[in-house]
């Protein structure tokens, strides 16, 4: 049923409408160094926080090592927590300089697949407070770093010691947030939640927790966009659905949409949640396809099956064909680009495949399918 889970490795969580105000309470920001996007500077509320904080600094993009690396010598020594206020790429490079401000060398070091040495699990306490529901940072032990161009990766700097201290998640953040971003974000959590829902590596405790996050996007993810209904509790709704994410992934794995995302960021620098947006679609149908034809399909297969059937009933249809329809209405109606969009041609997919994994992924795609799947998504 259960291998191991533990949820006592995931930080405090803080939930609710306008507690960013008790930020102050929670860490010393007069030694803190503060990171966080553009729009947060520019919002009201933050002007106390980045006034008081020992260091701010704004990321604009997924974090390479070289930022990693010169905010790090910037503050070494001189900080003693990190609050980082903002999207996936915000908490991604708070959680790597908290983990490096207490370790020698260059981030690069200790990537997984890149570096030789192994994080120890030292790191300053950090307070994360997203402003997207996306990535589910908040509630990961990992910080995805990115290398862009020709030899490009996108790679974790990974430890259980590394999920935040503190995930603060207050809806309100959320409400300004453009809808092509919300867009994007929200496709990115829901993957996780879905692919981590029919990992291989699912178990009784994410299962419980990625159908409630699942059930809840189902629920809100679209009036968000239609201006339907109560948007503050809907967002909340999301919010928490991403959070929930964050702990899935974190504990069953995801499968080979973000396997394929992972290659078409380094490479190409497609943001995670659109690259996630535009392959899951289809990579879910063509998971199910090849689950249902399948002779010697085993328990855990059979099991992703009826997941997705389930979920297909749960929005009304009479199985997993309802909820695949879903996704491709979803795919239209949110205006996700397909891969062409970003100059990806038909030549560039043998190197896309070479560098794409299947992760968790109930059906292992072999590589000549993999490339048929990312075609269709050109
Ligand atoms: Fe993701």
Known sequence: MVDSFSIAGTGRLLFGAGRLSELPNLADTGSALLICGNSFLANRKSASISSE???VHTVREEPDPDLIDSLTE?????IKSVIAIGGGSVLDAGKAVAAMCCSDGSVEDYLEGVGTKTPTGETLPLIAVP???GTGSEATKNAVISRRGERGYKKSLRHDNFVPSIALIDPELY???PDPIMASCGMDAFSQLLESYISLKSNAYTDALA?????LFLDNFIDLFNRTGKRSEQMGAIAFAAYLSGITLANAGLGTVHGIAGPLGGFFGIPHGTACGTLMPETMRRTAERLSRSEDADDSENRAL???DSLGRYIGGSG???LLDLLDKWLVKLEIPALSTFGIEAGHIDKIV???ANKDNPWQFSPEEMADLIKARL
């Open 53 to 55: 904080a020992a260091y």
């Open 131 to 133: 402003t997207t529901a």
């Open 354 to 356: 070479t560098a794409s």
């Open 175 to 177: 409400l300004s947030c």
């Open 74 to 78: 910037r503050v070494k020594g001189k």
């Open 306 to 308: 009826k997941k997705l």
């Open 320 to 322: 997993r064909e309802a």
């Open 211 to 215: 159908w409630r996050g699942l059930t």
